[in-house]
């Protein structure tokens, strides 16, 4: 897997709608059929390869196989979104000689940092033609708007207090003239690229940073990007998943990408929703297996980035569980968290078995931990899980860094995975291949 391409998806993938668009593209050019939640699944092939997504932003990937004693999912769980600015109905503001948009933050948010940056929008439109009721993604690529911070002469203790109040100084201009409109520039984007339509409807659009993914360091050893948070886990989960899709004959391969995490995902497509497990339901419906048997025999991997030790606060940092960039996947420990010894001592195992560096986290005892995918997929789906990231610096920042080596990393790890299957015999388990 090559960083090249990496940086190339960051940059072509905005936000959580267009990223389920972009990998859907991807797994028609493969050969995988779409699904369809709205029918009944009948038929899939014993070496069929299939996708399905729901509400346009998360999706579900897997292959099948023929193999159904003591058969399992092997599954990795990522997510779609990263913290962003949704755009509100009627968002338009004339004030001051500026065409402002009026906006809300979306997940949390360091608001600082979206100061003075080239942002554009991105997201889905709902349209209407003839009475029927269509979705259609946008991404307007150009630089279109931007959210200013304030002069220095004008406010003198900038650099000793920077309260920001997200209904005042975040709000983005995008025009000095009256007669422009945000609803004018979609529709104008549309009627250029889009399908036919009478109306816009609705939307779901979010502002993004246009700030380009790029490799540095005096060894180009370091990669600074938006969106690192969970793009950096999604490509090498889902490159992992496509690569190895012939590889397991035992077990079902599945790869979730899911939306609203950020927010905490309490929303039909998040992972604490049915969507996993109603996927899982559909699967063993057409094949026959008993599902509450395969469950058992299946393994979910989190994988959300987790934080490293920072040049300049090292203090943030657990005392003897430090994390550093370009030293292997992130292994999550906390009682929050899904990892226990046994799916840890499993994981270490699948990347000794494919030559992988990890290293261990935790938290210091005086921070709280995020959430996690798979602490919310437990409530659904009750499978042995663990929690795993990327290791990064300035996690939901506008632009966050992350090692170079580490892509490769969870890429080599998670095909590892991918190509193995677990025996499970009283206490004593078995890797596979």
Not at 379 to 394: K, N
Request: negative net charge; aromatic residues 12%; glycine residues 6%.
């Amino acid at each position: 897997m090559k960083n090249k391409e990496f940086l190339d998806f960051i940059d072509n993938t905005p936000n959580a709608y267009i990223c389920v668009k972009n990998l859907k593209e991807k797994l028609l050019k493969l050969g995988f059929n779409k699904l369809s939640e709205y029918e009944k699944w009948e038929n899939l092939s014993a070496e069929g390869k299939y996708f399905v997504t729901r509400n346009d932003s998360s999706l579900i990937a897997f292959t099948m196989t023929d193999c159904y004693e003591n058969v399992g999912f092997n599954i990795v769980a990522t997510h779609s979104d990263s913290p962003s600015f949704s755009i509100k109905t009627n968002p338009d503001t004339f004030e001051n000689g500026y065409l402002k948009l009026n906006v809300d933050e979306y997940g949390g948010i360091i608001y600082y940092s979206w100061l003075d940056r080239p942002l554009s929008i991105a997201g889905r439109v709902m349209t209407q033609k003839d009475g029927i009721y269509q979705s259609q993604t946008i991404n307007i690529d150009e630089d279109l708007l931007v959210i200013p911070s304030q002069a220095i002469h004008q406010n003198r203790e900038v650099n000793k207090e920077n309260k920001l109040n997200p209904q005042v100084d975040m709000l983005p201009f995008m025009s000095s003239s009256n007669d422009d409109s945000f609803i004018k520039v979609i529709d104008n984007y549309l009627k250029k690229h889009g399908e036919p339509f009478d109306k816009i409807c609705d939307y779901d659009l979010y502002l993004y940073n246009r700030d380009k993914a790029k490799l540095f360091g005096i060894n180009k050893e370091f990669i600074l990007a938006p969106r690192l948070d969970d793009l950096g886990c999604v490509y090498p989960a889902f490159d992992s998943f496509k690569n190895s899709a012939i590889n397991n004959n035992h077990n079902f391969n599945v790869c979730c990408v899911f939306n609203n995490e950020e927010i905490g995902s309490l929303t039909q497509q998040g992972a604490d929703s049915e969507f996993l497990m109603d996927t899982l339901k559909r699967i063993a419906e057409v094949t026959g297996i008993d599902l509450l048997t395969a469950l058992r025999n299946s393994m979910v991997i989190s994988a959300d980035n987790g934080h490293v030790i920072h040049p300049n606060a090292p203090s943030k940092n657990d005392p003897t569980n430090k994390v550093y960039l370009n030293q292997g996947i992130v292994i999550k420990n906390n009682p929050h968290y899904t990892t226990d010894a046994f799916t840890s001592s499993l994981f270490k195992g699948i990347c000794d078995n494919a030559n992988v560096k990890y290293q261990m986290f935790a938290c210091r005892n005086d921070l709280r931990c995020g959430a996690t995918l798979g602490g919310l997929s437990q409530r659904h789906v009750s499978i042995d899980s663990i929690d795993i990231g990327l290791p990064q610096l300035a996690m939901h920042s506008a632009n966050e860094t992350m090692g170079s080596k580490d892509i490769q990393y969870l890429y080599d790890a998670l095909f590892e995975f991918y190509s193995s299957y677990f025996v499970r015999k009283d206490n004593k388990v078995y890797i596979k291949k």
